[in-house]
């Protein structure tokens, strides 16, 4: 089950994608999540164009979700993302990206 979703829009007044290497981005941005106890914590630099494997990747190393002690593949996936858009201007040069959070063991909310 969802516990939680939220979403995030990058937007340029130019394009920041190179569409003739569609991988490649023309910028970097950081996402700060916040937990209850005020406990901030912040992504590695992530390209504008980041497909959402790899904002997920970005999201998975954060924290311990499952609380055993340590940040491995068991903290993959509690939080889901996906993205919409393709950089274009129709797109506002950006992407809208949707974070399904899947809860954690934890007792600290995120």
Known sequence: A???ITKITTYSETSMV???SPSSSLGF???RM???DGTALSTSC???AASSN???EKIDVLFDFDQNGVIDDGDAS???VTREGDGTEAWGHGFVYTFNSRGSTSS???
């Open 2 to 4: 969802v516990s939680q």
């Open 18 to 20: 190179s569409f003739s």
């Open 29 to 31: 941005y950081k996402i």
């Open 34 to 36: 916040t937990l209850s």
């Open 46 to 48: 992530i390209p504008f």
């Open 54 to 56: 790899d904002i997920q």
């Open 78 to 80: 509690h939080v889901h």
């Open 108 to 110: 600290r909310a995120i």
